[in-house]
């Protein structure tokens, strides 16, 4: 750069180029920080538990990953529109002199709400759990099965 200042060759914008890689660079390494346990927080979903939700003609099908939690520990309530899933994740401790260089999995209560498209029947609702998935089947309402019409 002294060399082109010195003879005044032109640069043809070379400095602005090196600059905006220069300002990349910097925005990458604060990044890098972020992740890698820096000042910043790490973005979290802030839904547990993770859920599909299906329907067939006849049901519609909850199924929500749970490890860890045991079948007795949740609380599950339908309504006529909806399913609310509560309960509390519990994580056993480290210890005190336990310095975490990446935590992902947070402990505490946790409550999902979810609405249905159609009513249900909730005197018919089963659930299972099984290998930490909870599955739930809800048949649908009467009032809200499709008809088959015929055409005369």
């Known amino acids: 750069m002294f060399y082109r200042k010195l ?14 890689f220069d ?3 910097r925005q990458m390494d604060e990044l890098y920080g972020a ?14 538990p993770l859920t599909n939700v299906t329907e067939d003609t006849e049901n519609y099908y909850v199924r929500a990953e749970l490890p860890g939690i ?8 339908v309504t006529s ?6 309960g509390e994740r519990k994580i056993a401790e480290e210890g005190d002199n336990v310095k975490y260089h990446r935590r992902e999995r947070d402990a505490g209560k946790f409550s999902r709400l979810i609405n249905l498209p159609g009513k249900v029947d909730v005197n018919k609702v089963e659930a299972f759990m099984e290998n930490g998935i909870l ?6 309402s009467e009032a809200a099965k499709p008809r088959q019409i015929t055409v005369q």
């Open 135 to 140: 599955k739930v089947t809800i048949p649908k």
């Open 70 to 77: 045991k079948s007795g520990e949740l609380d599950i309530q």
């Open 7 to 20: 003879f005044n060759i032109p640069t043809w914008g070379l400095n602005r180029s090196f600059r905006d």
């Open 81 to 86: 529109e909806g399913i609310s899933l509560s």
């Open 23 to 25: 300002r990349l660079r």
């Open 35 to 48: 992740l890698s346990g820096g000042n910043l927080p790490m973005p979290t979903a802030g839904v547990f």
